[in-house]
């Protein structure tokens, strides 16, 4: 079974930038999208972004034009790189196939200092 673990995540500046990694045990399959998630202290987890199979990607309105998904299946990962990040992202970040997310692992945090 396909384990996924993230990795990227730390403390940043409010402006500044940070890229996640997701990380797999197994072959990522391409006919799977991917997405990353995020879940704030005291909120509910949301969804942030997906890449799908066909190579289209989409955001939740909030991180559009900041942040950008992409996969490399050749090594089994996937990023997100998170450009001029705000507060409002402080979150712990998962990563996870679609449809549906069912490889939920650790995440991880990421906080953003105003």
């Known amino acids: 079974q396909v384990q996924l673990v993230e990795s990227g995540g730390g403390l940043v500046q409010a402006g500044g930038s940070l890229r996640l990694s997701c990380t797999a045990s197994?072959?990522?399959?391409?006919?799977?999208?991917m997405g990353w998630f995020r879940q704030a202290p005291g909120k509910e987890r949301e969804w942030v972004a997906a890449?799908?199979?066909?190579?289209?990607?989409n955001y939740t309105d909030s991180v559009k034009g900041r942040f950008t998904i992409s996969r490399d299946n050749n090594r089994n990962t996937m990023y997100l790189q998170m450009n001029s990040l705000k507060a409002d992202d402080t979150a712990v970040y998962y990563c996870?196939?679609?449809?549906?997310?069912?490889?939920w692992g650790q995440g991880t945090q990421v906080t953003v200092s105003s």
């Open positions: 197994g072959k990522i399959y391409s006919m799977y999208g």
């Open positions: 996870n196939k679609l449809p549906p997310p069912t490889l």
């Open positions: 890449v799908l199979a066909d190579g289209r990607t």
